[in-house]
């Protein structure tokens, strides 16, 4: 094991994304994505705890909401208030450039869903990869970009013969509960 590697790492929690409009967000993971609302929260501002533990100005504020995707993810979106917010998203190119990937049965039938959703732009038709990536080759995808601008992509790898060990359905399993430790009396 490297030296470098962090002890008592289990797996990943949640992404976060910050958006716009936190209600507007909300809605369209749920009504269009199917995630659940789990709960919201509020912060700020608070001139030593936010710059301490954000990396944001003292008169940042944000709210949250934490929302669960089933079967496997958690989500939390963020909207912040602060006196010098920046707008304008990351190019896919640029650092810190994102997105957020969805595997589904059918990427046709998911794209033209999501085309007849208010606000949603399709990027492109759907492609499919070839023998330049032999792994992978037979998975179709698109790119899409939700109503505030936050970049998406389908993925539909039905049709790769031989798929690299990525993580799914095969690989989520509860954690194991520890059994109690027996105590000893005198």
């Known amino acids: 094991m490297s030296e470098l590697r962090m002890p008592g790492l289990q797996y990943v ?9 936190l209600d507007e967000a909300v809605r369209f ?8 609302e789990l709960y919201r929260s509020r912060r700020g501002p608070d001139e030593h705890f ?11 504020v944000l709210e949250l909401s934490m929302l669960r995707m089933p079967p496997n993810l958690n989500i939390e979106l963020f909207e912040w208030a602060t006196g010098d917010r920046r707008t304008e998203h990351p190019r896919h190119s640029d650092r ?3 997105h957020l990937c969805f595997v589904v049965e059918d990427v046709d039938a ?3 869903h999501l085309a007849g959703v208010p606000g949603v732009r399709m990027l492109g038709e759907r492609k499919e990869v070839a023998g330049d990536s032999p792994a992978v080759a037979g998975n179709r995808w698109t790119y899409f970009v939700t109503p505030w601008g936050l970049l998406m992509e389908l993925v539909d790898r ?3 013969a031989d798929p690299p ?8 399993t509860r954690p194991t509960e ?8 005198s």
């Open 96 to 98: 810190g450039g994102h």
């Open 50 to 60: 936010m710059p301490a533990n954000f990396d944001v100005p003292a008169d940042a």
């Open 29 to 36: 993971f749920v009504d269009v994505l199917g995630a659940e």
């Open 110 to 112: 998911a794209a033209a």
């Open 13 to 21: 929690d949640h992404a976060a994304y910050t958006v716009p409009d």
């Open 158 to 160: 039905s049709r790769v």
């Open 165 to 172: 060990p990525l993580v799914g359905p095969a690989d989520w």
């Open 178 to 185: 520890k059994p109690p430790e027996k105590s000893e009396t």
